[in-house]
């Protein structure tokens, strides 16, 4: 009814007895399709089961404006304990409570009464006849107002609580498991790598993924606050309105690294096919992903990668997430038992995860004050909420900066360089929305416009005929989304294939 609201507020004419109809025509249809559940042996544990699935949605949707289409039940299958811990806290363990297993405990002690089986389905007809009949009345009177506040407000029906989000779990369930899985397909399996290696020196990149990261709270974007404090004097380059591929980690990971764009992304078909690292591997470049976050999506499972052990280290990790910093530990080992040869390191960070920002940076690089420090963040205040969303920033430009550092150490054995672009925007309260997920054409620009940063050493701009000076005009112009990712790793990395496509090569319109 939130929804309802916003979409009140739009008009200027308004029908408050149509808008009266709205609970009644929910609870006759709704009512109406209960109705086939209420059966012995079926009722109570269904809606047990529907009404504490419904109660953390309810919850997850009023607080944070959390859809529950396709993508995000896709996010929330493949989050892992750590991350789904993160949402627990006094206010939503109140909710479950008071809306979810209070009222569970109560269908559980009732005490149903059921008629013999031809006076039940009688019964049964008859209450499912009257519940159409009160949707027909409505009909009849209000049709006209049904459609055109429908198709003004589309994002109603996603809000529907459980229509909405029991068919999208159906949909996944129905997609993942129970459709017969699509033939692989390789792709770029012709893919040469042709560095010019007339110094010697192979080059070596590290592509740093993001977490949550939006454009607008980075200096380098216009934002007020020295967000960039540890970067600004090491020469990178900020790309311009940068689009994400999503607005939630499992579509938008998979979708930057997939030959397929945005709008034609469908993840089971990415999944049956080669990604940006797979096509680099059949190159010869020589790669690791090492993960920091919630893992690589299937990205890179065909290569070397590793998932930092979240006990590894007592001083950077508290058994269920590490500080990015563990990352810089576990490039130093790389780095040191590197082969000479081209070669592409990702490292995929943690980032600004919410909503327990404040556990994402250590105490040394708590900068802004006061912050947030508790996972409800509906109840900080909106100058504390964002100065913890700012820290996570901040320190994110730390850990840039120490690989900016590293691989101007590595100088005299390679040609290096290092791109940062995040997965996906958050919404911090603006519109009465948190976190991430929204539906992509209802998503505000807070989850959609992402950093997206390149660094570049003079030698590997060289060597690799990159004109800098373009390069920061390209930057300066932007308009870049993540569909550009594919083609320009591939580009970097001077990788010749049949897949690649030089219009969507950020770097070829300044390789000379």
Known sequence: FQIVKQG????????????????LFLIFALSFIFSLFSLKHVAKPFFIVLTL???????????????????????????????????????????????????ALLIYKANIQFKPLAKELLHKLVFMVVMLIGIAVIAV???????????????????IIPTYFIGSTAKYININYLQEPIEYKQLGLDAKNSTDKANGKPNLVVLVVGETARE??????????????HTENQGLLAFKDTSSCGTATAVSLPCMFS???REDYESRQARAQDSAIDVLNHAGIALDWLDNDSGCKGVCDNVDNIVIDRSSDPELCNGQ?????????TLDNRLENIESKDSLLVLHIIGSHGPTYYLRYPAAHRFFTPDCQRSDIQNC?????????????????????????????????????????????????????????????????????????????????????????????????????????????????????DVYQKDKDIFSRCRQ
């Open 8 to 23: 009140i507020d739009k008009q200027a004419d308004v029908n408050f007895v149509f808008i009266a109809t709205i609970p």
């Open 53 to 103: 699935m419904s109660s953390s949605v309810f919850f997850a949707a009023l607080q944070y404006g959390v859809v529950f289409d396709y993508g995000m039940i896709e996010n929330t299958f493949e989050t892992n304990y750590a991350e789904a811990a993160t949402y627990l806290n006094w206010a939503s363990g109140l909710n479950f409570m008071l809306t979810g297993a209070i009222p």
């Open 141 to 159: 009177f209000f049709y006209q107002n049904y459609v055109s506040f429908g198709r003004n407000n589309d994002i109603i029906k996603r809000n």
């Open 216 to 229: 607008m709270n980075y200096e380098y974007y216009g934002y007020d606050k020295p967000t960039n404090a």
């Open 259 to 261: 030959r397929m764009d």
């Open 321 to 329: 997430y590490c500080y990015d910093q563990v990352l810089l530990n």
């Open 381 to 497: 205040s909106d100058e504390e909420l964002m100065n913890t969303y700012d820290n996570t920033i901040l320190y994110t430009d730390y850990i840039v900066s120490e690989v900016v550092k590293k691989l101007a150490q590595q100088s005299d054995k390679f040609d290096t360089a290092m791109l940062y672009i995040s997965d996906h925007g958050e919404s911090l309260g603006e519109s009465g929305m948190y976190l991430h997920g929204a539906p992509y054409a209802f998503a505000p620009e807070e989850q959609t416009k992402v950093p997206f940063l390149g660094w570049f050493s003079k030698s590997f701009a060289k060597q690799n005929r990159l004109n800098l000076a373009c390069l920061a005009k390209e930057a300066e112009q932007g308009g870049y989304s993540h569909d550009n990712l594919f083609d320009s790793l591939l580009g970097l990395m001077n990788v010749k294939s």
